[in-house]
């Protein structure tokens, strides 16, 4: 079965700081993994994906498939970064998400 | 990017009445439809995938004569919530994904359903 994990409900930083955001998978086949973010009272929205191997808003992501994992990161945190992120899996045609990460940027 | 349309965005009903949510892919098709619910302050936990023109496939727990799925269209898929409880009262999200081979899904605003 696929599964993706989220161990931080919470990462609260300061503005300026570096941050991560955690996700880890399960998966039998090739994965294919993506981060949504969910900003206040808005829809959620795809952020990065590991296919395109893209760097949108200052965030990447590298598919580590020895470890597992699919962790998000940004050299310098905004407060306008401050959100929901979602890591998700796409297989067996399904799209699986994980708990959720809050992200507070603090000024 | 694609836009994805949930009708109505909130509703109120009673007990044992059912509720029709609809999802809309306006400007593009979409083959792949999901459905998700959410309760406050947790993840968004797969109901079920609809294929449009078959049947849909139900996450295990889900009751699939509680929550009807219909894909009729490649723009439109609809849940009904048949005879709501007070328990069925969430956040229910679909996303949409297209039937250009790229693999991004695309969300709804989510339906906010109260049961009273």
């Known amino acids: 079965a696929q599964r993706v994990t989220q161990p931080e409900k919470l990462l609260s930083v300061f503005k300026g700081a570096p941050v991560e955001l955690k996700c880890n998978y399960s998966y039998s086949g090739s994965p294919e993994l993506f981060w949504y973010v969910q900003y206040s009272r808005q829809r959620l929205q795809l952020l990065l994906r590991?296919?395109s191997r893209e760097s949108i808003k200052g965030f990447t992501a590298d598919l580590n498939e020895g470890e597992t994992s699919f962790h998000l990161k940004k050299p310098f945190a905004q407060e306008e970064d401050s959100a929901m992120y979602y890591c998700a899996h796409c297989g067996y045609n399904k799209l699986i998400f994980g708990a959720g990460t809050r992200l507070a940027v603090h000024p | 990017g694609a836009v994805v349309s949930q009708h109505p965005s909130w509703v109120i009903c009673k007990s044992g009445t059912s509720v029709k949510i609809e999802c809309r892919s306006l400007?593009?098709?979409?083959?792949?439809m999901f459905w998700y619910r959410q309760f406050p302050k947790q993840s968004l936990m797969l109901m079920a995938t609809s294929n449009e023109g078959s049947k849909a496939t139900y996450e295990q727990g889900v009751e699939k004569d509680k929550f009807l799925i219909n894909h009729a269209s490649l723009t439109l898929s609809t849940l009904t919530v048949t005879s709501a409880h007070p328990e069925d009262s969430s956040f229910y999200i679909c996303?949409?994904?297209?039937?250009?081979?790229?693999?991004?899904?695309?969300f709804g605003q989510g339906t906010r359903l109260t049961v009273v």
């Open positions: 996303s949409a994904k297209g039937t250009s081979g790229d693999t991004e899904a695309f």
């Open positions: 590991h296919i």
């Open positions: 400007d593009f098709q979409a083959t792949t």
